[in-house]
């Protein structure tokens, strides 16, 4: 019994960690994204291309999401904004984006 459970502990977190070496894939597709929207205009559509691609939904679904049109649209949005990932995932950026939330709404 102890060796199925020593196993299982083991598969699962070797399923983490291939989740999150597909989320950082996700991640490296969206900066390209955003680099091609800052230098050719195209970036949304691009990461659209991928996300609707069979390695893009493909890559999506391995990384724990799912491949669906919400999701292509949320990452057309994102790609819009223009953030990079880096940035957009730091604790400064988070911490700027609730301060502005709380003065719109003090607003």
């Given at each position: 019994?102890?060796?199925f459970v020593d196993g299982t502990a083991f598969n699962n977190e070797q399923g983490n960690r291939a989740r999150k070496l597909f989320a950082a894939v996700v991640l490296a597709a969206?900066?390209?994204?955003?680099?091609d929207d800052k230098k050719y205009g195209n970036g949304p559509?691009?990461?659209a291309r991928w996300a609707r691609s069979r390695d893009g939904r493909e890559v999506l679904s391995c990384a724990g999401i799912d491949p669906n049109e919400r999701v292509?649209?949320?990452l057309m949005e994102f790609v819009g904004k223009g953030i990079r990932t880096s940035v957009a995932l730091s604790r400064e950026?988070?911490?700027r984006r609730n301060a502005a939330e709380q003065e719109a709404r003090a607003a």
């Open positions: 019994m102890r060796d969206l900066d390209d994204a955003i680099a559509e691009q990461i292509v649209n949320g950026e988070s911490e």
